[in-house]
């Protein structure tokens, strides 16, 4: 008789805990799961102000873009290096010296210096300056004081075995590329950084179905513990009942503790990657939004081809090879000899205030008059013209240091380009990975689903057996354990499809369909 009641009280309650169970994994509004869910602790979080907050605040991010900036004014320098440039100098000579024949004397002297000065893309240097001096001088042989001396010029450089553009606009071209394989990594960490946190924020909803799952069994539990006391205490069941009952009983308040630090991980993993912790008094990060069960799934094949024509990151690793081919075409023409063309074409001018020269009985004096302007004047018009052509040759011995440094950029060059060949397989495998999970990911959820069913249908029938003397309440519990897994594998089944899903539409560049 007390056999029998005690097998009543296990069906009961077995039937009860999992056939509750199962309807809460249907997502029925008044099933003890979802009340459990309902009444958890913390701060709700919906998925897009999550990915927000991590936009905002996650380091990764605030990294990329400063990589980005820093980038962008390594480029403005390298561009800045063929702005004109102004150049101005003013000195001030004053000097008294002893007369020690009639030609020497005090010298006041005003030299100033200024011009433009710019260098092409094309390595070509160009400078146009004027050179003018005031002369006051009390030597008696003076015969202009003040003296004005100007001197116009326009002076060129032109390499003409250093690769013309390759080589002059060789560190703007790295920039360039330097400066978009940045940009297209803060896109793509932009895009990393939502994927890690959508699927970040499925692992915390599976941990949270998780602990519902756990918090149930263990609560049913208590409820067979209470049970089977009472009737232990009628002396309806013996103490070896009791014990399994709370034997039972500690090993759900133990997995429980373990479900509720998995949840408070999880959470806490979530909340460091966006930079946003929960409420005071508030934890842990609750969810708000489930995860489709649908997601629409193409050929492999067109899934890597979109990765491999949109994922930003291959995009920065063929940007890094072009940067680095810039610099090693550039050392080819800039390990040969150097010719340089210099050439320049200018003008003098003179004039000043004139003074009486006395040579014996003779006075003398000097034709040229006029002031500072007619000075300039005469140099800009090349009264008087000077001008002047010719090759420089440098020739070093060996060519070693050239060709050296052409042969270690060669070979940056190759590691670049083997970076981003292992870039494009990682990828492929990747890609082919998450298609899996999501092609697979109905009949995955189909299996879970029916597999929490056949573990209902195995309590069902074991309570049958245990009140028939078949089998043992170990073994019941045992069963009980299973559906509790069941449970959770669905719980995973329903996340890996969108976190496979969210991977995609990272490794293609948001070319994947899949949305939030």
Avoid: C
């Amino acid at each position: 008789m007390s056999r029998n009641l005690f097998s009543l009280a296990i069906l009961a309650t077995f039937i009860g805990v999992f056939s509750t169970a199962v309807k809460a994994q249907t997502s029925t509004p008044d099933s003890s799961l979802q009340t459990i869910l309902d009444k958890l602790e913390g701060t709700p979080l919906p998925l897009h102000d999550a990915v927000q907050h991590a936009l905002e605040k996650a380091t990764s991010v605030r990294t990329a873009e400063a990589a980005y900036m820093s980038a962008g004014g390594s480029r403005r320098k390298e561009a800045g290096q063929f702005d004109p440039e102004i150049f101005f100098s003013f000195v001030h000579l004053d000097q008294e010296q002893p007369a020690a024949s009639l030609f020497s004397g005090n010298i006041k002297q005003n030299t100033v210096i200024g011009g433009l000065r710019i260098t092409l893309p094309t390595g070509t240097n160009i400078e146009a300056s004027m050179n003018t001096v005031r002369l006051e001088s009390n030597s008696s042989f003076t015969f202009l004081s003040p003296q004005y001396t100007a001197f116009g010029n326009l002076s060129l450089r032109q390499p003409l075995l250093g690769g013309f553009w390759v080589s002059g606009n060789k560190n703007v071209a790295k920039a360039d590329n330097d400066l978009e394989a940045a940009k297209t990594r803060y896109d793509q960490e932009v895009l990393a950084i939502s994927t890690r946190v959508e699927q970040s924020y499925w692992d915390l909803y599976a941990a949270e179905r998780d602990f519902a799952v756990q918090k149930l069994t263990r609560d049913r539990a208590e409820a067979f513990l209470n049970e089977t006391d009472l009737r232990a205490k009628s002396g309806l069941v013996g103490p070896n009942q009791l014990a399994s009952a709370r034997t039972f009983l500690a090993e759900q308040e133990i997995l429980l503790l373990d479900r509720e630090e998995q949840l408070d991980r999880t959470s806490d993993q979530l909340a460091s990657l966006i930079g946003n912790r929960p409420e005071a008094g508030k934890t842990p990060l609750i969810t708000v939004d489930d995860p489709p069960e649908e997601f629409p799934v193409e050929d492999v094949n067109v899934l890597v081809e979109q990765a491999t024509k949109n994922n930003l990151g291959l995009q920065a690793a063929t940007a890094n090879v072009e940067a680095q081919r810039a610099l090693s075409k550039a050392a080819f023409w800039e390990a040969l000899p150097s010719v340089d063309l210099v050439g320049s074409i200018g003008g003098n001018g003179l004039a000043g205030t004139a003074r009486n020269v006395y040579f014996g009985a003779d006075t003398l004096r000097s034709p040229i008059t006029g002031g500072f302007g007619d000075a300039v004047n005469q140099a800009i018009k090349r009264t008087y013209p000077t001008w002047s052509i010719g090759v420089e040759v440098t020739i070093p011995i060996g060519l070693r240091s050239g060709l050296g440094e052409h042969d270690r950029l060669d070979a940056e060059v190759l590691i670049a380009e083997q970076q981003r060949i292992e870039f494009a397989r990682t990828l492929e495998d990747q890609v082919r990975s998450s298609y899996r999970d999501l092609f697979h990911g109905q009949r995955r959820l189909k299996a879970a689903r029916e597999g929490v069913a056949a573990a209902q249908e195995q309590v069902r029938i074991g309570s049958i057996e245990f009140q028939n003397g078949r089998t043992t309440a170990f073994e019941l519990v045992r069963l009980g354990t299973d559906f509790a897994a069941a449970q959770q594998r669905y719980s995973q089944a329903l996340v890996r499809s969108a976190k496979a899903a969210a991977s995609l539409r990272q490794l293609t560049s948001g070319a994947y369909p899949g949305t939030h």
